[in-house]
């Protein structure tokens, strides 16, 4: 499985950005996908996550602020990130997991300045 990761920027805090991520190669029907962060010097945590059958969990931290979604035909999911906030600042990386294995992409850096 293969993720190409887009959508990072530069943004001011209350700005909002829109990730995407898009899976190809041996997709399994049941799967999940979603975004883990990592700012610099802290651990890589969960940003929010999204079942094939479209159960999400997110993040308390971005609870309200960030919305999940995918496209199951497109095998692509989506983070919208509204409200954002300087501590939001991190590179956030997609990932996949089915039955078999877990699989991420390359990292895409997002900057909130104050």
């Known amino acids: 499985v293969q993720l190409q990761a887009s959508g990072g920027g530069l943004v001011q805090a209350g700005g909002s950005l829109r990730l995407s991520c898009a899976a190809s190669?041996?997709?399994?029907?049941?799967?999940?996908m979603g975004w883990y962060r990592q700012a610099p010097g802290k651990e890589r945590e969960l940003v929010a996550a999204?079942?094939?059958?479209?159960?999400?969990n997110y993040a308390d931290s971005v609870k309200g602020r960030f919305t999940i979604s995918r496209d199951n035909a497109k095998n692509t999911v989506y983070l919208q990130m509204n409200s954002l906030k300087p501590e939001d600042t991190a590179v956030y990386y997609c990932?996949?997991?089915?039955?078999?294995?877990?699989?991420w992409g390359q990292g895409t850096l997002v900057t909130v300045s104050s």
């Open positions: 990932y996949y997991s089915d039955y078999a294995d877990d699989y």
């Open positions: 190669g041996s997709i399994f029907s049941i799967n999940a």
């Open positions: 999204i079942t094939s059958g479209g159960s999400t």
